[in-house]
């Protein structure tokens, strides 16, 4: 081996020294600002958490009306759920300068025990605010689950062109038995318990099951007709058709007796309450939140790319 030989692997020993080294500082650089953005990531979901952020501190607006919006389908995990929309009522309820709370809804339904538990929570919060009166004020829709909750106000207001009504319950679903002997599919279902297969799409219909069903609904329609005799009183006008599950015009609804006038939230607060001042207390997710999530995801995401490099 001649000197221009060792003088070329020396270089390339070198060379791929400093390489490594610059690699190391390079990970360990990046290493810390992953442990930073880590840190700052909890500590900013600890504030949430202890609301020292997302939330301004209460100021003062004097008299106004309070407004609680529910938008939209009432299931548990959307933005009509029945957690944020009592929490906006209590919100609204405990305020200094309520002089009433207006729910405005525009929602198609969703589900049965959601849309009572904000009308029971409603009807609470009612006696335990005697002085606080509660209107509900209907926009586009509500129907089936939103006129449930609707019932629990003192008087609904509604526009001449929103639809309203619904008052029925349904389950619905597909049978594809026909299909499947088309498709020569063979259907293999094992259960333990005779019903545990109830209301499979992929079997044929059981009488008794079906029958069954039909009596649950029932039971929850008629929770739901008791919701609104209860909430309309005298004021409704029974027909045959009330409880059928049919919708009707705003103005409609008026002659019916499922609600009581024509008018927006700002009318009401203006002609009604007499405090022009509105305040939303509706509960949504705050600006810190949504960021809160989004770096959440981001660095979350960026950690497994790192780990999954170095496990590599």
């Given amino acids: 081996m001649n000197g221009n030989d060792a003088n070329w692997e020396r270089d390339v020993i070198t060379t791929l020294a400093r390489d490594a080294l610059a690699e190391q500082k390079r990970a360990r650089r990046w290493g810390i600002v992953f442990k930073s953005l880590t840190f700052l990531y909890l500590f900013l979901l ?35 759920n029945a957690d944020d929309v009592v929490a906006g009522l209590k919100d609204a309820f405990e305020a200094d300068g309520t002089k009433a709370v207006v729910l405005r809804i525009n929602s198609p339904g969703g589900s049965p025990v959601q849309a009572a538990s904000i009308n029971d929570e409603i009807r609470r919060l009612r006696g335990l605010h005697p002085d606080i009166p509660v209107y509900a004020v209907v926009e586009d829709i509500c129907a089936s689950g939103g006129y449930y909750v609707a019932v629990a106000a003192e008087q609904i207001y509604v526009a001449r062109a929103s639809i309203v009504g619904s008052i029925g319950v349904l389950m619905n679903g597909f049978g594809f038995t026909d299909a499947m002997k088309k498709l020569g599919v063979e259907r293999r279902l094992l259960t333990a318990g005779d019903n545990k297969g109830f209301m499979d799409p992929f079997s044929p219909l059981d009488t008794e099951q079906r029958d069954y069903a039909k009596n649950m609904l029932d039971d929850i329609h008629s929770q739901f007709i008791q919701a609104v005799r209860e909430g309309r009183g005298d004021r409704l006008k029974e027909t045959e058709q009330t409880f059928s599950g049919l919708v009707w015009t705003g103005e409609k609804s008026i002659e019916l007796g499922l609600a009581d006038s024509l008018g927006s939230v700002a009318y009401v607060a203006r002609e009604v309450v007499q405090a022009e001042t509105i305040v939303n207390y509706s509960r949504r997710e705050s600006l810190v939140e949504r960021v809160a999530r989004r770096f959440g995801a981001s660095v979350s995401e960026t950690l497994l790319r790192e780990m999954g490099s170095e496990l590599r």
């Fill in 46 to 80: 600890l504030f949430i958490a202890l609301g020292w952020l997302g939330k301004g501190d209460a100021i003062d607006t004097g008299d106004h009306t309070a407004v609680v919006e529910l938008n939209g389908i009432i299931a548990p995990d959307a933005q009509a």
